[in-house]
């Protein structure tokens, strides 16, 4: 009788049942240690962000989020964390799990698409999950852009402004949606939200159990992390220095001192410095500190604007008025704005901020006045329908002291040209819950969210405010000056 065998397994089937059962155990904190070095060279640097990472994308792989953005700056690992070990780390517990994966950057897209391509496809991988194959016929092998599993899941790579037609999946990932050097711009602001609000809406198998993952540094006030919020996503957000005042802090950030480092292995505070130099303090504020304006404001800061709570007994009275196109439920405000010049001061008394059409703006602008009779001059910038609304005013049944500005320069020309009467203190804005008014009001609930666009400006999603502001400071600072003495002349 032969002796029964005393053959033992070979080594590597031992230490892929080792992976697999600390994988098991550990979830993708495991598999990303285990895995990392399958898809980058440079050994790994794990540091508690990446814990918090892997907490959140796990919490979605279980769906109990499936809304989620990762707010962190460059460096970080973040797209290899979320968009190559991730959804690698999903196929060996769904292989049937379709990816729809977008970046600004045709070339970053397949650039991870390779890499998570390269992961599955490879030895390493393959000796765990046997299950989970890649096609081997030439045209898959060489597939980047989309590939298949034998169990049909799916990775689908395209770009912002790319087609996904014919394309379904059960989860998105949206991995850098702008491009650093145009996130100013608002065609490629708009160009991205529309992508992601007219396009993507219909590219999930299943509605009910779908799930969004954004991962980006955030660029401008109105990027696409603002558009998740709106739809109301959980939000990680790790600053490279620690704010305590940031308004999207984790509350579980083990940091304690401000200004204490993301991860000081990687970025020490002397890299650190460095990269503020050299961004300066607009771009570091957004892309280090997950900030789109640097804490307190660009051009104007918050703490510029001093409080009135009784308006001088004297002074100059003028109203402003930046109007819009037309009444749309998402288009730009009417903002009206009552002011008092009292010498070098500059009062801000009164405003509505409303989406208005044309005949709502000309009795808005009626009705201020009469509430405010101190009024002799109604500025009205000179475009969008402030023709026609100039018109309408300067009629039978008008008001007068109607003057036509037409504005010198772009918006942020504008904003500069006073920015040094902001910060000289002379801008007074009523105080929110303490100014008195003469028909009897008290408070002004309306001011947080002027201090907010000012301080956001010229990356905020509105600027209407601050164009009214910009338009009144300017006239009565020189440019607008002679216009408004004539207008003045005629009550």
Not at 175 to 202: F, R, V
Not at 209 to 223: G, K, P
Request: charged share 25%; hydrophobic share 40%.
């Amino acid at each position: 009788m032969p002796a029964a065998s005393t053959k033992q397994p070979p080594l590597s089937a031992h230490l892929a049942a080792l992976d697999r059962a600390d994988i098991a155990h550990e979830g993708l904190r495991a598999f990303a240690r285990l895995a990392w070095s399958q898809v980058d060279p440079h050994p790994l640097v794990w540091w508690w962000h990446l814990d918090a990472m892997a907490e959140h994308l796990e919490a979605v792989q279980r769906r109990e989020i499936r809304d989620l953005v990762i707010n962190v700056p460059p460096g970080m690992s973040k797209s290899l964390f979320a968009s190559v070990l991730f959804p690698a780390w999903v196929w060996t517990l769904d292989p049937a799990h379709r990816w729809i994966v977008g970046s600004y950057s045709d070339e970053v897209v397949l650039r991870d698409a390779r890499k998570m391509r390269t992961l599955v496809a490879g030895d390493w991988y393959a000796t765990r999950w046997p299950k989970v194959r890649i096609p081997s016929d030439a045209t898959a092998s060489t597939a980047a852009r989309s590939f298949y599993t034998t169990a049909g899941g799916m990775r689908y790579s395209t770009t912002t402004r790319g087609s996904v037609t014919g394309q379904h999946c059960n989860t998105a990932i949206v991995d850098d949606p702008l491009d650093p050097l145009g996130a100013a711009s608002s065609s490629e602001l708009d160009a991205c939200i529309e992508w992601w609000t007219g396009t993507m809406p219909t590219r999930f198998l299943d509605h009910r159990t779908s799930a969004r993952i954004l991962i980006m540094q955030r660029l401008h006030d109105r990027d696409l992390t603002a558009e998740f919020k709106r739809a109301g996503a959980t939000v990680l957000c790790l600053p490279m220095r620690y704010d305590t005042e940031h308004p999207d802090r984790w509350g579980r950030d083990p940091r304690k001192s401000p200004g204490e480092l993301l991860c000081e292995p990687r970025t020490p505070e002397d890299a650190v410095a460095r990269m503020e130099r050299t961004m300066g303090p607009s771009r570091a504020a957004a892309q280090l500190q997950q900030r789109p304006v640097p804490a307190g404001g660009s051009i104007f800061r918050a703490e510029w604007f001093r409080r009135w709570t009784e308006l001088p007994a004297n002074g100059t009275w003028s109203m402003e008025v930046d109007a819009t196109f037309k009444k749309t439920d998402d288009g730009s405000y009417v903002v009206i704005q009552v002011w008092c010049d009292d010498g070098p001061r500059h009062y801000l008394a009164d405003q509505r901020r409303e989406r208005m059409g044309f005949a709502a703006t000309v009795q808005a602008i009626k009705a201020m006045r009469a509430r405010w009779p101190k009024v002799r001059a109604v500025r009205i910038e000179d475009k969008a329908n402030g023709p026609a609304i100039i018109e309408a005013l300067s009629g039978a049944d008008g008001i007068g002291g109607v003057v036509a500005v037409q504005p010198d320069g772009g918006k942020e020309a504008r904003a500069n040209a006073v920015q040094g009467t902001v910060q000289g203190g002379d801008v007074y804005l009523p105080d929110e819950t303490h100014a008195r008014y003469p028909d009897g009001r008290v408070g002004a609930p309306w001011v947080p969210g002027f201090v907010h666009e000012a301080i956001s400006f010229p990356k905020g999603e509105s600027d209407d405010q601050v164009d009214a502001m910009t338009q009144h400071l300017n006239a009565v600072g020189g440019s607008y000056a002679s216009r408004l003495k004539a207008a003045m002349g005629k009550q």
